[in-house]
T-cell receptor
Framework: AQTVTQSQPEMSVQEAETVTLSCTYD???????LFWYKQPPSRQMILVIR??????QNATENRFSVNFQKAAKSFSLKISDSQLGDTAMYFC?????????????FGQGTRLTINP | DSGVTQTPKHLITATGQRVTLRCSPR?????VYWYQQSLDQGLQFLIQ???????AKGNILERFSAQQFPDLHSELNLSSLELGDSALYFC??????????????FGEGSWLTVV
């Protein structure tokens, strides 16, 4: 069974700083997807960024980028120029490429606070 | 707005009761997923339906059941409720298969409090 581990329960940085959230996963699969979801105080789950395992290039979405190390099974999220609105719980999630049956396995989350 | 609609947003009920949570997926999405988020268990996958058929099952209790109707909306039925069932229940949807260009989008969740 796949597992996802986020080793940082809480993090706190100043506005405009860069912060990196860690995520490791365990799988024997070769084809899979990795995601970062953001859950602000409103509790909605918002997709931040995704990465396909077959792609060597790291995904980037504006201020958000990932460092995907397939051999090390590591998938960290970097937030540049952090903003107050980035304050949220961040969940790393894994999904194997299984036609039809698609289950997200989530880590326990990292609570990120951006201070003014 | 993700396009996934869940009702009710909040629900308070007593132990032993039964409730039904409803979900309308994004337009065109055939897959519907249910997740439970509780303080002690984190985010747990419950069940997936694809075009009316059960496709994958997670840690869903026997007291819980779900279905997806021909119009693709889905309902999650929770019966013989216990205090420990208090949680945020998410519905999510995706296109036929997650791949390049599509992904899983979540609704705003239904808060269930069992007293």
């Amino acid at each position: 069974a796949q597992t996802v581990t986020q080793s940082q329960p809480e993090m706190s940085v100043q506005e405009a700083e860069t912060v990196t959230l860690s995520c490791t996963y365990d799988t024997s699969e070769n084809n899979y997807y990795l995601f970062w979801y953001k859950q602000p105080p409103s509790r909605q789950m918002i997709l931040v960024i995704r990465q396909e395992a077959y792609k060597q290039q790291n995904a980037t979405e504006n201020r958000f980028s990932v460092n995907f190390q397939k051999a090390a099974k590591s998938f960290s999220l970097k937030i540049s120029d952090s903003q107050l609105g980035d304050t949220a719980m961040y969940f790393c999630a894994f999904m194997k490429h299984d036609q039809g049956a698609q289950k997200l396995v989530f880590g326990q989350g990292t609570r990120l606070t951006i201070n003014p | 707005d993700s396009g996934v609609t869940q009702t009710p947003k909040h629900l308070i009920t007593a132990t032993g009761q039964r409730v039904t949570l409803r979900c309308s997926p994004r337009s065109g999405d055939l897959s519907v997923y249910w997740y439970q988020q509780s303080l002690d268990q984190g985010l747990q996958f419950l069940i997936q339906y694809y075009n009316g058929e059960e496709r994958a099952k997670g840690n869903i209790l026997e007291r819980f059941s779900a279905q997806q109707f021909p119009d693709l909306h889905s309902e999650l039925n929770l019966s013989s409720l216990e205090l420990g069932d208090s949680a945020l229940y998410f519905c999510a949807s995706s296109a036929i298969e997650v791949g390049p260009g599509n992904t899983i989008y979540f609704g705003e969740g239904s808060w269930l409090t069992v007293v």
